[in-house]
């Protein structure tokens, strides 16, 4: 109810009777974003995969300004307005989620093994940081088609591979790839969460400069108008009130 942002889920009404919770919201037709990707053989072009990221970066900006972590960030939790090559993308599912205070850090084992952060499977306390962790695994994932550590048949060397080992950038579709979306994802994917690429600097980053672009330059030419700074954050594609 809170996060009214046009790519966060809209919550309706939550009801009940004797048997069951009853929870309303919006549909979205094109079902979640992995079957859309899977329809797709997981390859979307850098543009697409560039403007699909920026808005489920201002989604999670919008939610990190309420002091909102998700802590379960993956395709499966987010949907798809429609079909189609155009759809809209909704974040949902913040069964996981948490209010986390400026200096708080957590420690709850929290997330979906293959998206989680490096320090919640060190038993690390951890903050909001967690999130563009997840975040650099998606877009890894949408840019070739596979997750950068997996393994089919042994979680522990999931584990072994997220703390310990960079991510690959093999393969013939990596040469196709730009060197803004490699500099993107290695810095989301740094094991190091002081060091890690925060969501401003994501924002503002020159891959979504080269595909985005309107934002970053609308921002940094009133850099003095904190409310609006906030507006073209928040939004995707034009500075409105959310």
């Not at 999670?60 to 079909?83: C, Q, W």
């Not at 591979?161 to 690959?168: L, Q």
């Not at 950038?169 to 060197?179: D, F, L, N």
Request: include cysteine.
């Amino acid at each position: 109810r809170v996060c009214n942002h046009p790519n966060i889920i809209k919550l309706y009404d939550v009801f009940e009777n004797a048997d069951y919770y009853y929870i309303v919201m919006e549909y979205c037709e094109g079902g979640d974003f992995f079957t859309y990707l899977e329809k797709r053989k997981f390859r979307l072009s850098e543009s697409r995969a560039a403007k699909i990221m920026h808005k489920m970066f201002t989604a999670v900006y919008f939610i990190h300004s309420y002091g909102i972590a998700h802590r379960d960030l993956k395709p499966e939790n987010v949907l798809m307005t429609s079909d189609g090559n155009d759809a809209d993308i909704k974040i949902l599912d913040f069964g996981l989620s948490k209010i986390i205070c400026p200096q708080e850090k957590c420690n709850e084992p929290y997330g979906t093994l293959s998206y989680v952060a490096p320090e919640i499977l060190l038993d690390e306390p951890y903050g909001k940081e967690v999130d563009l962790w997840s975040l650099g695994i998606i877009t890894y994932l949408i840019l070739c088609g596979t997750l950068p550590f997996d393994h089919k048949y042994s979680e522990e060397e999931i584990a072994k591979k997220t703390v310990n080992e960079n991510p690959p950038y093999r393969g013939s579709i990596w040469t196709k790839i730009s060197a803004e979306a490699k500099d993107f994802v290695g810095k989301l994917l740094e094991k190091d969460p002081q060091k890690r690429m925060t969501i401003k600097e994501a924002l503002e980053h020159e891959w979504f400069q080269k595909y985005v672009g309107k934002i970053v330059y609308e921002r940094q030419r009133s850099k003095d108008v904190p409310a609006l700074n906030f507006e073209l954050y928040s939004t995707t594609g034009e500075i409105t009130h959310v």
